[in-house]
T-cell receptor
C-alpha cells in the first residue's frame, strides 16, 4: 500500500535548527512536496523535490533520497512564526498526492 | 477574487440533508481537487478534475459527487450527509498535475 510516515510532534528553540523527517512508500513516484499549515488555516507550499539532493530556499531546505524513500525538511534560524504543522506528501504514478498526517512543530523562546 | 475561494466557511448540517460546498479559482488552473482533513490523519483526496469536463475518484469518494462544468468552479455535493462526513474540507488547484497545489481557506462541516 501507499504510506507516508513523519513524526507527530517536535519541539525546538527559537534561533535553533530543526530537521523534520519523512519516509514514503508509493506506487510510482513523481516528486515529494512539503507544505506548511498554521492552525486553522490552509496548507501553503514550501518545496518540491523530484531529484536526489538538497534544495535550499532561504531558511528552509529540503532533501530527497529516492533510493531510500526518504526526505527531510530543514528549518534554520527558527522564529516563533514557524510554529505550525509541516505536511509531507509524495506524488504517485497517477499524479495524486499521498499525504502524511503532519508534524506539529512547537517553537519555544 | 485572488486565488481560491470556498463557501461556506463553516456549516452545521442535520444528517440526511443535501449540501453543496462551493469552490472557485481565478488562476485558470486546469486541475482541481477536493480533500478532507481529519485530526490525526493526512489530507485525503475525495475527487479531482484534471481539466474542465472531466472528473475522477480519489481515495475516499463514497457519499460525495463533483462536477466541473467550467475551468473556475468545482462544487462538491454531499447527497445525504452522515456524521462521519464531519470534517474540514479543502479545495485546491494546480496548473498541471505535477505542480504545486494552491489551497482554498477550507470549509468546516459538522453533521449532526
Amino acid at each position: 500500500g501507499q504510506n507516508i510516515d513523519q513524526p507527530t510532534e517536535m519541539t525546538a528553540t527559537e534561533g535553533a535548527i530543526v530537521q523534520i523527517n519523512c519516509t514514503y512508500q508509493t506506487s510510482g513516484f513523481n516528486g515529494l512536496f512539503w507544505y506548511q499549515q498554521h492552525a486553522g488555516e490552509a496548507p501553503t507550499f514550501l518545496s518540491y523535490n523530484v531529484l536526489d539532493g538538497l534544495e535550499e530556499k532561504g531558511r528552509f531546505s529540503s532533501f530527497l533520497s529516492r533510493s531510500k524513500g526518504y526526505s527531510y525538511l530543514l528549518l534554520k534560524e527558527l522564529q516563533m512564526k514557524d510554529s505550525a504543522s509541516y505536511l509531507c506528501a509524495a506524488m504517485d504514478s497517477n499524479y495524486q498526492l499521498i499525504w502524511g498526517a503532519g508534524t506539529k512543530l512547537i517553537i519555544k523562546p | 477574487i485572488a486565488g481560491i475561494t470556498q463557501a461556506p466557511t463553516s456549516q452545521i448540517l442535520a444528517a440526511g440533508r443535501r449540501m453543496t460546498l462551493r469552490c472557485t479559482q481565478d488562476m485558470r488552473h486546469n486541475a482541481m481537487y477536493w480533500y478532507r482533513q481529519d485530526l490525526g490523519l493526512g489530507l485525503r483526496l475525495i475527487h479531482y478534475s484534471n481539466t474542465a469536463g472531466t472528473t475522477g475518484k480519489g481515495e475516499v469518494p463514497d457519499g460525495y459527487s463533483v462536477s466541473r462544468a467550467n475551468t473556475d468552479d468545482f462544487p462538491l455535493t454531499l447527497a445525504s450527509a452522515v456524521p462521519s462526513q464531519t470534517s474540514v474540507y479543502f479545495c485546491a488547484s494546480s496548473d498541471r498535475q505535477n505542480n504545486e497545489q494552491f489551497f482554498g481557506p477550507g470549509t468546516r462541516l459538522t453533521v449532526l
